[in-house]
């Protein structure tokens, strides 16, 4: 163990030594400058490739049993059937969208764009708080990276042996293991993309329809589409999507603050660093220099150079570290999740950070009006559109005539009966009751005439005639349901009068 007289060594600058550039500085100049330290670049990849070795611990099983939930979450959703319909489908076709009994209309994409929003601020609010665990745990592209990394670890076996079937020349063996581990990423690619598909198409016609080769050219090149994006990003460009496609890796560090949970090796603690044997008494501190910390990382980075835009909080360092320092009878969490201010041995006070309170007072103002928005989203839309060819028309028998026509959409998924009703500046009348049946999620359009007896022949005890005048007058079209009364819905319009 360290003992009590190593001082750590800490340099404020750490700066990688990159192949080709020499960090020479300038002695007259080193007195004054910022001491710096290279760190060694661990060994290069083969062809640039990262092979990741398989980790187990705490955290990698709270990562599986997230992306487990997302996976099946997004393979059952669109087999869930809701009143008689697929729950969650985007029905591109009839431009409407159903979740679980609500139907949203192109008309209520501002709601959909608000819930966009608002997931968008609590994503910033998470990161503000706990660093990118977003990328870590519940990223997709994380998750089918892991899905496709354990089938390459099934066939082809650990790091080690991937690194060298890599080197070997094609024989049976490896002619064999690459065809399978192939076969088996492109079934899965397929699943995915029909997966994928199913929220715009019913699931129930996607899947046979795919896999029975029966499927019209338009659906099969959207899956064949989508299968090959899955497959591309899975298979071959994996972290090379987290580091350089992703813009969320760009401007998350815009979010952090010293209170920022993220995933930290403690120097401290662990430097010098160097090999040892177990119970050896040593001036060295914790760090075993074992590397399983730089093996096990997805996007093949050593967290102990520092916080840098490629971690992706997902802890794998966390349990092999822990699983060195158990080994080695040491204190765990030598590298863990921790912040700023606890490397710097001060407690984090999330509560005083602008960055966390800004943007959780932001999530809540949105879910607030995001609630308030679905609270009085009615269910019936009405639009009632004025007849434009004339203003009015006046009848034999001393009435004035106006024109409209009523657009009414029900916007459940249950056949309605709405009943029509007038009120406004003067008393109208209808030729007769106006009773709508309009079947589940349809648009019906309805022509109306409304009478109102002529300016000088309104019977004086007719409530509100004072209010009646010449010229314009306001007209309140009401449709009530005739099961469901406090499912109403009403609109103004004008009554033109000469
Ligand atoms: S440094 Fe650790 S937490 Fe960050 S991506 Fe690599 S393994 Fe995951
Ligand atoms: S896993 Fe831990 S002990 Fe091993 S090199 Fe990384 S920090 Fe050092």
Not at 33 to 47: A, D, E, H, L, T
Not at 157 to 171: A, E
Not at 363 to 380: A, F, G, N, P, R
Request: with cysteine; hydrophobic share 40%; charged share 20%.
């Amino acid at each position: 163990m360290k003992n009590s007289n190593h001082s750590p060594s800490i340099d404020p600058i750490s700066i990688k030594a990159v192949a080709g550039v020499q960090i020479s500085p300038s002695p007259a100049k080193t007195s004054q400058s910022i001491p710096i330290k290279q760190i060694p670049v661990g060994p290069k990849p083969v062809n640039n490739k990262i092979h990741i070795r398989e980790q187990k611990g705490y955290f990698q099983r709270l990562r599986t049993s997230l992306n487990s939930l997302l996976i099946a979450a997004f393979f059952l959703l669109p087999l869930i059937q809701y009143q008689g319909r697929q729950a969650v489908l985007f029905d591109l076709n009839e431009q409407q969208f159903y979740f679980f009994g609500t139907t949203l209309w192109p008309q209520d994409f501002p709601l959909l764009a608000w819930i966009f929003i608002t997931a968008a601020f609590l994503l910033f609010f998470i990161t503000a708080f706990l660093g990118r665990v977003w990328c870590g745990y519940l990223c997709p592209q994380t998750a089918w990276t892991f899905i496709f990394v354990w089938i390459e670890n099934r066939i082809e076996g650990g790091h080690n042996k991937r690194r060298i079937l890599d080197k070997s020349p094609w024989n049976r063996d490896k002619i064999i293991k690459r065809t399978s581990k192939h076969l088996l990423w492109g079934l899965i690619a397929l699943l995915t993309g029909s997966g994928f598909i199913a929220y715009f198409v019913p699931a129930t016609s996607v899947y046979p329809q795919i896999f029975g080769f029966t499927a019209s050219p338009m659906l099969t090149a959207w899956v064949w589409f989508f299968a090959i994006c899955t497959y591309i990003n899975a298979a071959w460009m994996r972290e090379m999507v987290c580091l350089h496609l992703c813009p969320y890796a760009r401007f998350q560090s815009a979010m952090f603050d010293a209170n920022t949970i993220t995933v930290a090796y403690e120097p401290s603690r662990g430097e010098s660093r160097g090999p040892r044997k177990r119970k050896q008494a040593t001036e060295l501190g914790d760090c075993v220099d074992c590397n399983l910390c730089v093996d096990v990382c997805p996007t093949g980075i050593d967290i102990r150079n520092g916080l840098q835009y490629e971690c992706i909080n997902c802890g794998a360092c966390v349990d092999a570290c822990n699983q060195t320092m158990d080994k080695f009878g040491y204190a765990p969490n030598l590298i863990g999740y921790r912040s700023e201010n606890h490397l710097k041995g001060q407690s984090n006070k999330p509560l005083t950070s602008l960055k966390f309170l800004g943007y959780g007072i932001a999530t809540m103002v949105m879910l607030s009006v995001i609630c308030m928005d679905i609270y009085l989203k009615k269910d019936i839309q009405l639009n009632v559109i004025r007849d434009r060819q004339s203003l009015y028309r006046e009848t034999l028998d001393d009435k004035i005539e106006n024109s409209y026509t009523l657009k009414v959409r029900n916007k459940t998924q249950s056949e309605k009966h709405y009943r029509l009703s007038l009120s406004g500046d003067r008393p109208y009348s209808l030729q007769k009751n106006v009773d709508l049946k309009i079947k589940a999620g349809e648009q019906l359009t309805y022509p109306i005439t409304v009478y109102s007896q002529a300016n000088g022949a309104i019977d004086k005890g007719t409530p509100d005639v004072h209010q009646v005048k010449a010229g314009m007058a306001r007209i309140v079209f009401q449709l009530r349901d005739t099961q469901d009364p406090s499912n109403q819905i009403s609109q103004d319009s004008n009554f033109f009068t000469p």
